[in-house]
C-alpha cells in the first residue's frame, strides 16, 4: 500500500457542501444513545475500517469522557472480553460489526433480533444511524489518508 499523500484530495476543501452535510448529519447520528456506547461503536467500527484518524479520535474521546482504558483497549476482542460491557453495548457492538461488513454476510436476522431486543425502535434507529454515520467519516478517513496525531478532546 502506498503512503504517498500529495495527491490525496481535501473534502472539507474541495466539496464543502458536502463535508458540511456530513457533519449535520453527525450531529443528530447518536441523538439518545449513551455516550459511551456511542464511542465503542465509533472504536470497533473505525478499528475494522482500519481508519486511523477515527480511531484515535474516538478512543480520546471516550477516555476524555470517563470511559476507562481497559474497556476501551479491549473492545476489538470485545467478544472474549464480554464482562466488560453491558447487554446493550454487546448488542450494539455486534449490531456494529454486521454493518460494518455487510457484504460478508449482510446484516443476519439473529443479529438484528439481539440489537432490536436490546433497543428501543427509536434507540435502534439511532443505533444504526450512528453505525452508519461513522462508516462515511471512515470513508473519508481512509480515502483521505486524513493524518492521526492532531486531535485534542479539549
Same mark, same amino acid.
Given at each position: 500500500?502506498?503512503?504517498?499523500?500529495?495527491?490525496?484530495?481535501?473534502?472539507?476543501?474541495?466539496?464543502?457542501?458536502?463535508?458540511?452535510?456530513?457533519?449535520?448529519?453527525?450531529?443528530?447520528?447518536?441523538?439518545?444513545?449513551?455516550?459511551?456506547?456511542?464511542?465503542?461503536?465509533?472504536?470497533?467500527?473505525?478499528?475494522?475500517?482500519?481508519?486511523?484518524?477515527?480511531?484515535?479520535?474516538?478512543?480520546?474521546?471516550?477516555?476524555?469522557?470517563?470511559?476507562?482504558?481497559?474497556?476501551?483497549?479491549?473492545?476489538?476482542?470485545?467478544?472474549?472480553?464480554?464482562?466488560?460491557?453491558?447487554?446493550?453495548?454487546?448488542?450494539?457492538?455486534?449490531?456494529?460489526?454486521?454493518?460494518?461488513?455487510?457484504? &460478508?454476510?449482510?446484516?443476519?436476522?439473529?443479529?438484528?433480533? &439481539?440489537?432490536?431486543?436490546?433497543?428501543?425502535?427509536?434507540?435502534?434507529?439511532?443505533?444504526?444511524?450512528?453505525?452508519?454515520?461513522?462508516?462515511?467519516?471512515?470513508?473519508?478517513?481512509?480515502?483521505?489518508?486524513?493524518?492521526?496525531?492532531?486531535?485534542?478532546?479539549?
Amino acid at each position: 500500500m502506498s503512503t504517498n499523500t500529495r495527491r490525496r484530495v481535501k473534502l472539507a476543501s474541495h466539496a464543502p457542501e458536502f463535508y458540511q452535510a456530513l457533519i449535520a448529519l453527525d450531529e443528530v447520528s447518536a441523538l439518545g444513545l449513551d455516550t459511551k456506547l456511542a464511542h465503542l461503536v465509533r472504536i470497533r467500527a473505525s478499528q475494522l475500517n482500519g481508519c486511523a484518524y477515527c480511531l484515535d479520535m474516538h478512543t480520546l474521546d471516550a477516555l476524555h469522557e470517563g470511559d476507562t482504558a481497559q474497556r476501551v483497549n479491549v473492545v476489538a476482542t470485545w467478544r472474549e472480553a464480554r464482562k466488560f460491557y453491558t447487554e446493550q453495548e454487546l448488542a450494539a457492538l455486534e449490531l456494529t460489526e454486521a454493518i460494518t461488513l455487510i457484504s &460478508i454476510d449482510h446484516v443476519p436476522d439473529d443479529v438484528y433480533e &439481539i440489537a432490536a431486543n436490546a433497543f428501543d425502535e427509536k434507540e435502534l434507529a439511532q443505533l444504526i444511524s450512528l453505525i452508519i454515520m461513522i462508516n462515511a467519516w471512515n470513508r473519508v478517513g481512509v480515502t483521505c489518508r486524513i493524518e492521526p496525531g492532531h486531535y485534542d478532546p479539549s
